[in-house]
């Protein structure tokens, strides 16, 4: 019996920890590298203007 314990404890948390790794989200962006790749829900960051340059205000030029 001790020795299944001395076993399976160790393992079980090894598993626990690699599984709290796995879904920290930090770990899955490195902000010195450009994104190659979208998130998975399909967002796309954008941090420039937009393509439209800006959109229409209702100035007198409108």
Do not use: Q, Y
């Not at 796995?22 to 899955?28: A, K, M, P, S, T």
Request: aromatic residues 4%; hydrophobic residues 40%; proline residues 11%.
């Amino acid at each position: 019996m001790i020795d299944k314990i001395t076993i399976f404890v160790p393992h079980i948390l090894m598993a626990l920890m690699i599984w709290a790794l796995v879904r920290r989200e930090d770990l899955d962006d490195d902000p010195a590298l450009p994104n190659r790749r979208p998130s998975l829900l399909g967002r796309v960051r954008r941090t420039g203007p937009p393509a439209d340059g800006g959109g229409s205000t209702g100035g007198p030029d409108a």
